[in-house]
């Protein structure tokens, strides 16, 4: 939110520079997140003077160029060429002295320097209005008031205005200050805990009174619960124009661009009191009646962007006696706005409900500075006063007549809300006692009205513009703001308890992997666990939002893939294309009326897993390195004996998933082309899901058992051994353990040869074996025994073959 200082001292007379008061009000919980300075006129006409043509004659080298003298209020004239038709001796012009800089309209800055133009010296330029930013006309250089005298600085001659602007992060509960008079309020607040008294200045409608009563429109509110309170005011006679200097300065300085006076003060009012307007011209209200209403699901209606729009059947409409107008509190409608042709305008203050506001605006994906407004809340005691306040500087500027009674349409006046704080309470939240006096003092400045007070508390009254503060929780929040969280003593000890954790914490056993895939080159992501709903749906148990942020957020993951998929199709545009990240996360699911949330790793695998370089060659991810990785997950874990088996998943085309006493602890494969086809990825991702829930009873269910490391050394032997090629090493390998169980330790097999010097239907098998006593060193009988054994059975069982 953007607010101007120089609006801000309208309602507070302070003389602090721009700096100490971004600093007041980020302590007062208005986070002040820059200060950006503002000039009506880019450049400020900074090295623009006033100057007195002397002489003006026809450049000798160019038949559309003149070649002037001068005087610039410097001891001799200078020479300037112009090729402006107007250009005359004994005009005061603008004057753009060398090195001064100028800007296009685009923003571009150029600058000012001394040349030869067809072979004449020119030492400056005479300027017309578009070329120093005060008007849009080129037609000729702009010829100023005859008295002026040369070399007064233009700055002093226009009516340049310098402000300063604060951007602030305003917190979504902050309501009452999304306005310069809100925040002018809080400013206020903070400056009398300084002992220093400023008097809040609002805007007079003391002199608010009717012309005649000559256009009078009807209203008719049908549905009071979601428009509480309407007001209106009719104005005739008014002339639709560009507004003056002074209103289009505040609006550009907070980044509004002007559209045309009406329009403009119903912007200035918004942003001045927090009060959204809408003027309507009243030449197109069918019926010179108002209703508002809700009109039936799928009406069609053409906002102020030309856009169509579908209706809802809960959508507010304002209405005249054939048709919608506007969508109430959100955008106007394209056939009932202010244009220059309109003489008489219905203007309309209201306060909505804020409910209803949020759900039109989301649904329509319209996002306005009004809706913004009505969906937080605005002051419903506000509303009038605000009117009156647009529809005099209507009058004021634009002309025309007040031609009719405030329509006031407020049923129901709302009860203002009722807290009692405790001074208990008060000390055990800040955790420091704050005087009695001071308490009394914070609340008042903030107009929160006491009504009596007992030695235990305060009862109070809460003004309604704070619709944020509804518990006595809330008005600790308020007293320390503004007392000042700096003021706050923390004490020098501090105090701390232990707490017992189990190894098998959730967040433990996570460090524990993450460490394990960081080490591998793993990058962590976390991403959003709202999805489209293309991507989930209700046949899937997935869970819609009552209220989405946006038809891209509406709807909670079912599964990890999607969101993971919308990382790596995010990277690969922007050509990081080797990827291997692991996500924490969960999914929602709806079964049965009731919801689940499940936790799940997941990891992705896109690319090379290695990249090139002058000693080895870059390798490309495959299914049997995620395998590998996945295995070490387990292995480090301490899961062992899985059963595996292929995978049926069309989020995969081809996969393994690893089960344990019938549950799937992990799913792993190749991410199907559908599924990548959905994000426009173009090459190949392996994906694995973890069922992290599963992994972690698991994990705590396992017994760790240690042993020393033995004194005695390993002994290893080979066999190549000639097999038939429908031998598998599974064979070799069980075969080994039921032959020797004690000494056994290892079986590896680290070579397979197969080739023309072998027997037809042969292959060879390299195979070693570890063998080792654990209470005594082997001798050379024993080890020759145990191979023995071991060949006969290869032998005996594979009919294999000593090479």
């Known amino acids: 939110m953007k607010i101007s200082y120089n609006w801000l001292k309208q309602f507070l007379q302070i003389d602090w520079d721009a700096q100490k008061t971004g600093e007041l009000l980020t302590d007062l919980g208005l986070e002040v997140e820059g200060i950006t300075p503002f000039e009506s006129v880019k450049g400020g006409l900074k090295g623009i003077v006033v100057g007195h043509v002397l002489t003006c004659e026809p450049h000798p080298n160019a038949d559309r160029l003149k070649l002037t003298t001068v005087d610039i209020g410097q001891e001799a004239p200078v020479q300037i060429v112009c090729g402006a038709p107007n250009v005359a001796a004994g005009q005061k012009v603008p004057v753009a002295t060398v090195g001064t800089t100028l800007f296009t309209k685009e923003g571009e800055a150029w600058v000012i320097k001394k040349g030869k133009i067809r072979g004449e010296v020119s030492q400056g330029m005479i300027c017309a209005e578009d070329e120093i930013g005060l008007g849009d006309s080129h037609d000729g250089i702009m010829v100023l008031n005859e008295e002026l005298v040369p070399g007064t600085p233009c700055a002093k001659v226009f009516d340049i205005e310098n402000d300063e602007v604060f951007e602030i992060g305003l917190t979504p509960n902050r309501a009452d200050a999304m306005s310069h008079f809100g925040v002018a309020r809080d400013l206020k607040a903070g400056l009398e805990q300084q002992e220093i008294q400023k ?55 907070i980044g509004l661009a002007p559209i045309n006076n009406v329009v403009d003060v119903t912007n200035y009012v918004l942003h001045e009191l927090g009060q959204p307007l809408h003027a309507f011209d009243a030449s197109k209200i069918k019926g010179n009646k108002v209703e508002v209403k809700t009109l039936p699901s799928g009406t069609k209606f053409t906002t102020l962007d030309e856009v169509e729009r579908e209706l809802h059947e809960d959508d507010l409409m304002i209405c005249d006696a054939e048709k919608p107008m506007c969508i109430a509190g959100v955008f106007g409608g394209i056939h009932s706005g202010v244009t220059e042709h309109t003489t008489s305008i219905f203007l309309e203050s209201a306060y909505f409900d804020p409910v209803s506001i949020r759900k039109t605006a989301k ?15 605005i002051d419903i005691n506000l509303t009038k006063y605000a009117l009156k306040r647009a529809a005099l500087l209507i009058r004021e500027i634009a002309g025309g007549y007040i031609t009719s009674e405030i329509v006031d349409l407020f049923p129901k006046k709302p009860q203002e809300r009722q807290v009692f704080l405790t001074f208990n309470k008060i000390n055990s ?47 600790i929040e308020e007293i320390l703001r503004v007392y000042g969280y700096n003021n706050i003593d923390f004490k020098e000890k501090l105090n701390a308890s232990i707490a017992k954790t189990s190894r098998f914490e959730n967040y433990r056993i996570q460090d524990i992997v993450g460490n394990l895939l960081a080490s591998k080159g793993f990058y962590e992501i976390m991403t959003n666990s709202l999805v489209a709903n293309t991507m989930s749906s209700e046949e899937d148990g997935a869970v819609q939002m009552l209220n989405p942020l946006s038809s891209d957020l509406s709807v909670l993951r079912t599964s990890m893939l999607h969101s993971g998929l919308q990382t790596v199709s995010y990277n690969h545009n922007r050509q990081k294309t080797d990827l291997k990240l692991f996500e924490f996360g969960k999914t929602y699911h709806k079964v049965d009326g009731a919801y689940q949330e499940n936790q799940h790793l997941a990891i992705f695998v896109s690319g090379d897993r290695t990249q090139s370089s002058w000693a080895v060659a870059a390798k490309k991810s495959e299914f049997f390195y995620l395998k590998g990785i996945v295995e070490n997950v387990f292995e480090r874990l301490g899961i062992r004996d899985l059963d595996t088996q292929p995978l049926s998943n069309p989020g995969y085309s081809e996969g393994i998933s690893y089960t344990k006493n019938d549950t799937v602890l992990v799913s792993l494969g190749l991410v199907s082309k559908a599924a990548l086809k959905q994000f426009d990825i173009k090459q190949e991702v392996f994906y694995a899901d973890l069922n992290w829930d599963a992994l972690l009873k698991l994990v705590s269910t396992q017994n760790v058992a240690f042993k020393e490391i033995p004194r005695f050394p390993e002994v290893t032997r080979d066999f190549a051994l000639l097999l038939d090629e429908s031998v598998s090493f ?23 040869y197969t080739g023309n010097k072998l027997p037809e239907g042969k292959k060879s098998y390299a195979v070693s074996f570890t063998l080792m006593d654990e209470k005594k060193t082997l001798t050379d009988k024993q080890i020759d025994k145990i191979m023995g054994k071991l060949l006969a059975q290869y032998q005996k069982e594979l009919g294999a073959e000593l090479r």
Not at 363 to 377: P, W, Y
Not at 430 to 459: A, H
């Open 363 to 377: 649904r329509h994906g319209l996002n306005t500075d009004a809706s913004f407004r009505f969906e937080r809340g």
């Open 199 to 253: 008097e809040l200045v609002t805007p007079s409608v003391s002199n608010f009174s009717i012309d005649n009563r000559s256009l009078k429109v009807d209203v008719e509110v049908m549905e009071s619960e979601l428009a509480p309170r309407y007001c209106g005011v009719t104005i005739n006679n008014l002339v639709v124009q560009d507004s003056p200097d002074w209103l289009k300065n505040r609006l550009k300085a």
């Open 730 to 752: 599974q064979k070799v390998y069980d075969i080994a353990w039921n032959t020797e169980r004690k000494l056994l330790k290892k079986v590896n097999l680290f070579d397979v």
């Open 429 to 475: 939240l800040i955790g420091q006692e704050i005087p009695r006096d001071t308490i009394k003092s914070i609340l008042s400045s903030l107009e929160i009205r006491i009504n009596n007070v007992t030695e235990s508390g305060l009862g109070l009254t809460i003004p309604m513009y704070r619709v944020d503060v509804t518990r006595e929780v809330d008005v």
